[in-house]
């Protein structure tokens, strides 16, 4: 048996519960886990409300243990799984699976959304990566198909995404004006070495944009929505980029000369070597906020509506 938090039916905070469950047995295709860390996602409320059962299709089972991102150990491995072996640390993708997400002590999750940890990271900073890091990245890189030399506007820069966002912008070559949230987020983002930082709640971020690129910028990616997006808009050259996940809210409205393009941060195994070997390239920082026991998962869900930098988890040892 094991600890874990779940719910008998979609609703509010109030439907997560502490309890024991059977620990998950694996498929061929699947890794057993021993959770060291879970990300606690601003998406995370939208999944106990019953958001992704509905867009996704999927016939949900009860009790439905929370929670798409985390890291830990392996401690089993199926029949057909051939790149990770028990012991690896590993952090992955775990969204609306049957078997349970990663608000448990063990989670029975497919490989193939799963990957080592790279190995300039701590197991616990990698269990808020997995979900930001490879959206970040496919922004970046599949979405915007940013080049070397190119200028970035990042918006929500000292988000979840954000934060990881700018240092893989760097690391990609790019010329990054972050716009983060707060004082604490402009200190916190200058020293992930973006090229200029404002502060998007009190800065003009139009006026900004076109003294760092005064012929417009070559794209923007856009991890939150509003007049804040639109100006980042606004400040994008003609055939200029923007991207922003599905799920921001207000989401920036279609204009012409620019080409804005919504996306999914969908995990495969290239998605995952190219985020490892950009992360292992040097320095990297996961920043976690606050981290809370499982037993506190709603305490954690609650903490979401305020103002942090990077992300926050729970901690299960
Ligand atoms: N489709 C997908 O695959 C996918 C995957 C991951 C995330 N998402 C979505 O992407 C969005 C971002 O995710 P996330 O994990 O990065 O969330 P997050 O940590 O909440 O990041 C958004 C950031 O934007 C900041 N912000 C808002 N308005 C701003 C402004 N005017 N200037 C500067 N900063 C501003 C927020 O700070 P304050 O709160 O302090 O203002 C927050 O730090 C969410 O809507 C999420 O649901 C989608």
Known sequence: MMRAVAIDEFGGIEKMKPRQMPVPEVDPDEILVRVDTAGVGVWDPFEREGGFAKEFGVESTFPHVLGADGAGTVEEVGDKVRDLK????????NLMNPKGGFYAEYTAMKADNAAKVPRALSTRDAGVLAVDGITALNGLDKTLQLKAGESILILGASGGIGHLAVQLAKRMKARVLAVASGQDGVEFVKSLGADKVIDGHREDIL???????????DAALLTAGGNAAEQAIEALRKGGRAAYPNGVEDPPKPREGVKVTSYNGEPDPQTFAKLNELIDGGPFQVHIAQTFKLEDAAQAQRALENHYLGKLALVLN
């Open 207 to 217: 006026k900004a944009a076109r003294e760092f690129a005064p012929e417009g910028l």
């Open 86 to 93: 028990r012991g690896d640390r590993v952090y992955g993708i």
